[in-house]
């Protein structure tokens, strides 16, 4: 390699070394801090110009998050999401029951919305009813984690790095859907089934003791407004309007009838996510300019087969692999430009959403949703690697296989 090449990947590394660093508290530098670092050297080092590193940036997926998000807020002002919770959690009768119902309803609503964000909204009042109600924590934060990042693989708006590949392969949003709902379905039996049997002596010998939980008001005429907007966005969605502007059209159509402050709302929206993915499109297309990622390409390729059973299975495990080593944002931005090449490019695209979002149930660090749902509840009860890792294992090999498998069938 080329000293130019060199320098690249050295701040690509630098890059991963910091974001992983925050993740296991070994650097106090933040997930944005590091992105904004390693675009900074990029421009700076001379392996993009600033012209080429505002065109890096993938605007449709910021402007797709930030629309989610916003419409995300007003549910959250109106007291959506503590209102479904409290829901769930009052109509069980049973601990097994409150499971399942758990499960449904993050997988049900990440899969509407943006997983992290549901992690992030639902985490805080989970914890708090489970412990009023005196249950034990570690399956019910599981199960919201693990329900989240599965729910969240059936539409092109579940999770980040659905929506960048909504926008590198341009699979309509309803195809996308169809293919995967049944995916994600089996994915949560499984997981449903396998928390069940590991907790089965804890669920079967305590009992829910329903308290009173304080809430904020439910703000019905602010939920119902979001909610028909929500549907709406969704029905452009499925009508194949253009994705980012058709969640930001609705978006601005809630702030302007639910004259609500903006500046609480726009206090909601998660900045330093959105900040983070800008920085780190400029990083990836620094370490593209390389050719390194298109050399490994071609070194695999033939591992890779060229049948397309064959493409599917190792692509699968090669995403789940590198999503859990590099993170499946950054992954799906190096690995995206390698599909065209396989036999099936539009099979390979689904393999990929599945695999590197079914790959963040593997450990704590394999999603920003376990992040943030074991970090919200550390003041309760602390989440080794191995009561994560002895859960996550077996769902993400189980759910990765059952749903390459199904892929197959349904294409």
């Avoid at 639902?122 to 599981?142: A, F, I, K, S, W």
Wanted: net charge positive.
């Amino acid at each position: 390699m080329h000293s130019k090449e060199i320098v690249a990947l050295a701040i690509f590394a630098l890059t991963y070394l910091l974001l992983s660093g925050r993740q296991l508290h070994i650097l106090p530098l933040n997930r944005p801090a590091a992105a904004l670092l390693g675009t900074v050297l990029m421009v700076g080092c001379g392996i993009l110009t600033p012209e080429q590193a505002y065109r890096a940036v993938d605007y449709d997926t910021l402007v797709l998050l930030l629309g989610m998000s916003l419409i995300s807020a007003y549910l959250y002002l109106a007291g959506f999401f503590e209102w479904t919770a409290d829901w769930v959690l009052r109509v069980a009768k049973t601990p097994q029951r409150l499971l399942l119902y758990l499960t449904l309803s993050a997988s049900v609503l990440s899969a509407l919305l943006v997983n992290d964000t549901i992690c992030l909204m639902l985490t805080p009042l989970v914890v708090t009813v489970v412990v009023r109600g005196r249950l034990p924590l570690l399956p019910y934060l599981l199960a919201l984690a693990m329900s989240a990042n599965i729910g969240s693989t059936c539409t092109l708006v579940g999770n980040p790095q659905n929506m960048i590949i909504g926008h590198l392969s341009k699979i309509p949003f309803t195809n996308f859907c169809l293919s995967l709902l049944p995916v994600s379905i089996a994915g949560l039996a499984v997981e449903f089934a396998i928390l069940s049997f590991a907790f089965r002596k804890t669920l079967r010998t305590i009992s829910i003791q329903l308290a009173e939980v304080p809430q904020h008001p439910l703000d019905r005429r602010l939920m119902a407004m979001t909610l028909g907007v929500l549907a709406l966005v969704f029905a452009g969605f499925v009508a194949g309007f253009n994705l980012s502007w058709t969640a930001l059209a609705g978006a601005t159509l809630v702030m302007v009838i639910a004259r609500r402050d903006t500046h609480a709302v726009l206090k909601l929206v998660d900045w330093n996510l959105l900040f983070f993915f800008a920085g780190l499109f400029v990083v990836v297309e620094g370490l593209n300019r390389t050719g390194l990622p298109e050399q490994i390409y071609h070194q695999l390729r033939g591992l890779f087969g060229s049948s397309t059973g064959r493409q599917a299975w190792n692509l699968a495990w090669f995403s789940v692999a590198g999503s859990n080593v590099f993170s499946n944002v950054p992954f799906v931005l190096v690995a995206g430009k390698w599909i065209p090449g396989f036999a099936h490019p539009e099979l390979m695209w689904k393999v990929m959403a599945l695999a590197t979002t079914f790959a963040g149930n593997l450990t704590i660090l394999g999603s920003v949703a376990n992040i943030i749902v074991v970090e919200s509840a550390r003041q309760h009860i602390k989440i080794s690697f191995w009561d994560y890792a002895k859960i996550g294992i077996p769902v993400t090999l189980l759910t990765t296989v059952i749903g390459v498998a199904i892929l197959l069938l349904v294409g």
